[in-house]
């Protein structure tokens, strides 16, 4: 079946500018969560969603991020007036049920690069 | 110190070796265990869940010591495809997220 699927693969802005990033999980699966991963760094995490609960935002860096999360569908996170240190790989995981024992399958990332 | 530690490497090691990698943990109350293996400009896999008891699957095998907060990981027989980066990764204390290890970068060569 189909995975996690992320778009844009590439995106290229400027410092200032605003981006979105979307992410279609695996259908069904009610837990989605997002990552970041720098150059040469360990993936952190960003956000989690667990079906119609409040989402986990404890590791956005900033109130420059935020995430939506439609039901239990596509997710978008978004970065205002982005800086260079935002440039990284942002990775979208989705789970079936979200416990800890639960497999996290990954998207293939979007590669963000702020000039 | 850092959530989850490990040695970033690399290591070289040629086809049909056996390399064994560590990981530290500094949160006691963890109770949830991972290699994940990355490929170069790749997103993570899981490659295996690590049990108390520890855990074979092929040629990998996993253990947990809780009393020192500390994985391993072990690949017998080094294959050229087992080059990758290979991440320590646990549940963190609310159980929703995964923290990652920066990974050990394992090259195999012929």
């Known amino acids: 079946g189909a995975g996690v699927s992320q778009s844009p693969s590439n995106k290229v802005t400027e410092k200032g500018k605003d981006v979105e990033l979307r992410c279609d999980p695996i259908?069904?699966?009610?837990?989605l969560y997002w990552y970041r991963q720098r150059l040469g760094q360990g993936l952190e995490f960003l956000i989690y969603f667990q079906g119609n609960s409040a989402p986990d935002k404890s590791g956005l860096p900033s109130d420059r991020f935020s995430a939506e999360r439609t039901g239990e569908s596509v997710s978008t996170l978004t970065i205002q007036r982005t800086q260079q240190e935002d440039s990284a790989v942002y990775l979208c995981?989705?789970?079936?049920?979200?416990?800890?024992?639960?497999?996290?399958?990954f998207g293939p990332g979007t590669r963000l690069t702020v000039l | 110190r850092k959530e989850v530690e490990q040695d970033p490497g690399p290591f070289n090691v040629p086809e049909g070796a056996t390399v064994a990698f560590n990981c530290t943990y500094s949160?006691?109350?963890?109770?949830?265990f991972f290699w994940y293996r990355q490929d170069c400009r790749k997103e993570p896999k899981l490659l295996m869940s690590?049990?108390?008891s520890g855990n074979e699957d092929g040629r990998f095998t996993a253990q947990l010591n809780r009393a020192s907060q500390y994985i391993s990981l072990l690949i017998r027989d080094s294959k050229l495809s087992d080059s990758a980066t290979y991440l320590c990764?646990?549940?963190?204390?609310?159980?929703?997220?995964?923290?990652f290890g920066k990974g050990t970068t394992l090259s195999v060569s012929s």
């Open positions: 259908s069904g699966h009610t837990a």
């Open positions: 690590v049990y108390s």
């Open positions: 995981a989705s789970s079936s049920t979200g416990t800890s024992l639960d497999t996290q399958y």
């Open positions: 990764v646990i549940h963190n204390q609310a159980g929703t997220a995964l923290i």
């Open positions: 949160n006691s109350a963890s109770q949830s």
